[in-house]
């Protein structure tokens, strides 16, 4: 039975939520205030927007589950994640700001044509309906229902109503201020249940300390196999030669530099540096989140496997994807339970309303203004922006309810994104590097590469075809999208699109000089490039 405090604090925390989110969104008048907010964020809001809206029920959920199956390799997604923020920061977003684009496909018709726009619209949308949204509704309700005990559709409905209401209502300023909140609740939660959990492994592990730092020995002595970071060649899951040299780069460059829900934080910079510098808070933030997720997963196997687990007499952790659930059932007092439950909710309903907000940017600019209503004033980019949400959200909770059964939700995510993203990756870079890429190779490759994935895949599920890592295969298929633009590629004088000038305006440069080198880009993006070196080195 849960304590009514739990329920209280889990309460009060979704209505201060929706009612932050309803607030700071009032004065809306343009189409940029609604789905931009009003291009005025600071570094801090968009590198804990970025993180809250990145972090969901898909990291405490599946990527803790699979923690407690491989380990700290499963954290090369986080580590790996914040050298590609530094990438993004650095060649990708001072374009994307000085263009002003609104979104991501609006980049691919300023630099090809309006049919590459479309299908990548298109791959967009399916890709956030079926993969992203309906998998975080779905491991959302399911963690409400082992907590709390409330059948799926409650939860289904909890979320909907909560994380759909203020985002439809005041847009992505609500989400973007509102993930505030989030991070910081999720942050609080998840250390406070590692920090628990640490503690009670020292404590029942004779000859350790029941402290953190007697925790954390008693874990990586305990189970040293979990804490490595490179794993054989031939992994079905992270082959070293995929996460260092092939499909992992490139999961992470289209995450944080291709995809809407992610870049239209920093598309809402007030200038460079605050974009730049948020996209570092956030590349920070990506180095804290294997001790919120993956040591938590490490610590439920010590506690609770069943072979092996040190108090299997107490619990016995069923299902790795219930490893997060389970250390907040059995060690969190009262009080503690609701305000986890509250972060995680948190994070789900952040990931939800950036879904949601990137969704409705995409059918009302890229679909609806482009090829519907092109003299669309702003109140009607609004209100059709408002039902466009209300829609996805409805189509996403259908998905969501025949997800119950999914297993290895982390890599659900991972292994179909990968049908599209090869591909996408190739045609951003060649977008900004190779300007001999035409706008038919850019559609050739955008159609054929994820079809081919898409068989291949299936053909693989039938065992018609031989297993490949998505990872391993995710870098053929973007070796195949790059032969495709080769092929096509320009071969007469270079038009002017195809320029595409990444330098500052004088206006920015002159601004960029006066930064004082202690928070400058380069510094902080040095620094952290550093670190992530150093965490691959010691866990090698």
């Known amino acids: 039975m849960i304590p009514t405090l739990d329920i209280v604090i889990f309460g009060v925390y979704l209505a201060v939520v929706a009612a932050v989110g309803v607030l700071v969104s009032r004065k809306e008048k343009e189409s940029d205030d609604y789905f931009l907010a009003g291009r005025n964020l600071t570094w801090w809001i968009i590198g804990g927007s970025m993180i809250a809206a990145n972090i969901s029920t898909h990291h405490f959920i599946g990527m803790s589950g699979r923690a407690a199956e491989i380990g700290l390799a499963i954290a090369s997604f986080e580590w790996m994640a914040a050298i590609a923020l530094i990438l993004y920061g650095k060649f990708f977003l001072p374009y994307y700001l000085k263009s002003r684009i609104t979104t991501m496909p609006e980049f691919l018709e300023r630099r090809f044509n309006d049919k590459v726009r479309l299908v990548y619209a298109i791959i967009s949308l399916i890709g956030y309906i079926v993969i992203e949204l309906a998998v975080v509704l779905y491991t959302g309700s399911?963690?409400?229902?082992?907590?709390?005990?409330?059948?799926?559709?409650?939860?289904?409905?909890?979320?909907?109503?909560?994380?759909?209401?203020?985002?439809?209502?005041?847009?992505?300023?609500?989400?973007?201020?509102?993930d505030i909140i989030q991070v910081t609740v999720l942050i609080l939660g998840g250390l406070?249940?590692?920090?628990?959990?640490?503690?009670?492994?020292?404590?029942?592990?004779?000859?350790?300390?029941?402290?953190?730092?007697?925790?954390?020995r008693a874990v990586l002595d305990g189970a040293p196999e979990k804490f490595?970071?490179?794993?054989?060649?031939?992994?079905?899951?992270?082959?070293?030669?995929?996460?260092?040299?092939?499909?992992?780069?490139?999961a992470n460059i289209f995450y944080w530099g291709c995809n809407q829900f992610i870049t239209q934080r920093t598309l809402a910079a007030k200038d460079v540096w605050h974009g730049q510098m948020g996209v570092v808070f956030a590349a920070f933030l990506k180095l804290l989140v294997p001790v919120l997720v993956v040591l938590p997963g490490i610590i439920a196997f010590r506690l609770y496997n069943?072979?092996?687990?040190?108090?299997?007499?107490?619990?016995?952790?069923?299902?790795?994807?219930?490893?997060?659930?389970?250390?907040?059932?059995?060690?969190?007092?009262?009080?503690?339970?609701?305000?986890?439950?509250?972060?995680?909710?948190?994070c789900v309903m952040s990931h939800i309303a950036s879904m949601l907000s990137a969704s409705s940017s995409i059918i009302t600019f890229d679909i609806y203004k482009n090829y519907v209503r092109r003299d669309a004033t702003s109140r009607d980019l609004i209100r059709f922006g408002r039902v466009t949400t209300l829609l996805v959200l409805v189509a996403a909770t259908v998905v969501g309810f025949f997800l119950r059964d999914l297993k290895a939700i982390f890599f659900y995510i991972q292994k179909y994104w990968s049908i599209a993203y090869p591909s996408v990756c190739a045609l951003f870079l060649a977008g900004f590097f190779y300007k001999r890429a035409t706008a038919r190779g850019a559609l050739i490759a955008i159609?054929?590469?994820?079809?081919w994935a898409l068989a291949f895949t299936l053909a693989e599920s039938a065992k018609l075809a031989p297993a490949i890592p998505f990872l391993t295969r995710a870098a053929i298929d973007?070796?195949?999208?790059?032969?495709?633009?080769?092929?096509?590629?320009?071969?007469?004088?270079?038009?002017?699109?195809?320029?595409?000038?990444?330098?500052?305006?004088?206006?920015?440069?002159?601004?960029?000089?006066?930064?004082?080198?202690?928070c400058s880009f380069r510094l902080w993006a040095t620094i952290l490039l550093l670190a992530?070196?150093?965490?691959?080195a010691r866990f090698f």
């Open 306 to 346: 069943a072979d092996t687990g040190l108090m299997r007499h107490v619990c016995v952790l069923e299902k790795s994807d219930l490893a997060f659930p389970t250390l907040v059932k059995q060690l969190l007092p009262a009080g503690f339970t609701g305000l986890v439950m509250a972060g995680l909710m948190g």
């Open 228 to 250: 490595h970071m490179v794993r054989p060649w031939n992994d079905p899951e992270l082959p070293w030669i995929g996460v260092f040299f092939g499909g992992m780069w490139l």
């Open 142 to 178: 399911l963690a409400i229902h082992s907590i709390f005990g409330l059948p799926l559709v409650a939860g289904l409905a909890i979320l909907c109503v909560i994380g759909g209401g203020y985002t439809i209502y005041g847009g992505f300023k609500s989400v973007a201020y509102t």
């Open 532 to 536: 992530v070196v150093a965490l691959f």
């Open 447 to 451: 159609i054929v590469g994820p079809v």
């Open 478 to 518: 973007f070796v195949v999208a790059c032969v495709i633009l080769w092929i096509f590629r320009e071969r007469g004088a270079i038009p002017a699109q195809a320029i595409i000038d990444r330098s500052f305006t004088p206006e920015v440069a002159a601004e960029m000089a006066k930064v004082p080198l202690w």
């Open 192 to 216: 406070t249940v590692t920090w628990l959990g640490l503690q009670q492994v020292g404590a029942v592990t004779p000859g350790y300390s029941a402290t953190v730092a007697g925790g954390f």
